[in-house]
């Protein structure tokens, strides 16, 4: 064939195009329900075996899994949003998600880690005062199963060791 | 040919990557512009009969159309920005959209629509005092004129209701 | 070969995004090793002859090239980050880069030319206050070394003309 070599190139590059469209995708997707308010879509963006955390730098540095919020199946997640739901009659905040472009830093068969900064706002309403809530970076280890990618792994490290206030959306 | 079904997949593949890199350029352009004070190139972004608004999340929630600005041709986004540099003789604050990835939702014949979350940030001169005057999200529907891509309608939903000055800028 | 045109179009398309991938990508490890404190690899993303500076907007429009901190050469970068290692004990903030997707301006030969909004947020340590430190654009020329993409120049327009404290570290 003509194209030979460079055949294979371009669909090498679409090949890795592709998978950073996927990965890309998948944090903007999740993004969304949260600052959109579909809290209980949040869970599907996880394969049931999964772990989710939030965590401070520090305590993350010294090798700690626990911090702000742990979850370590998807269960679990389902129920961090029942409770919110139901100890919440209104939310009088707003979020919003602002993240870099994701970085992939390993691919090892079907598993994809990276490693994406992302800055948290919050609103409050009906004041309209908008503050830095959290800024950090998400450890990531994701799986596609069928044609969606998912969360096998989540670890959201914030650049501070507090969260001022109950933490009660997950990140 | 030899590379049959995968070269189809690879030119579907760099078909739809070539989308997604117009729709974030486009965005990046928009942001350029008004960042580095060229407003007077803001208009062109727009086909001639679109729609602009910048309109706060409850009243967007509730079906409303009107909010803080609110344009359904280009002309008077040319008059905004003719008045806007009558009244200023000096423009004492600059901005700086920060962008995530655009997120495109669907592409229905010319027209792509898509979503996506900024955070505007402000700073006084010469002050230098920075505050993070509006986050939210850009709802749009663009299309393609020739090589371009032009909003037909972006609708910038804020996060919050209020917006503490008089808006004098496009978002 | 049956592909013809469109076969180049798709090739064309993949260098294309390819070079977007680059540039993204060297732009977030660039982000990484300042947020994640590995700024000994910082003058890694830098060609020997070199140059780097940070300068206010004001300064920089009026064709000045000195601002808040100035560098020619990779040395002075090696330099920059011993002064600062033997300066501070304790590091007492955090930095978290968040960027926009990267506008690439022109490519002339072997020369990348971009723009790209940054907004860099500090975290101080224990406390967890969290302030929008800087914002602004890169301006970058960018050229390739083998497998790797280096900056040739880059200079960080700030928004603010000021920068409240001693800037210890690159932007």
Known sequence: MSDGAFGDTARSIAASSHITER?????TDY???IDNDRLESWPDFFVQNCFY?????????????AGFMYCDNRDMLV???RSLR??????PHRYRHIISPP??????????????????IRTSVPEGAMVVFSTGRYLDE???EG???????????????RIDMLLVIPI
């Open 23 to 27: 990965i890309t995708r998948l944090m």
């Open 142 to 144: 994701i799986v596609f």
């Open 79 to 81: 129920d961090r949003i």
């Open 103 to 120: 970085r992939i830093l390993a691919v090892n068969g079907d598993v994809v880690r990276c490693e994406t900064s992302y800055a948290l």
């Open 31 to 33: 993004s969304a329900v």
């Open 53 to 65: 955390s939030v965590i401070g730098r520090s305590d993350h540095e010294v090798g700690r899994l």
């Open 86 to 91: 139901s100890a919440n009659v209104f939310q």
């Open 147 to 161: 044609s969606d990618a998912k969360f096998q792994r989540r670890v959201a490290v914030t650049d501070s060791d």
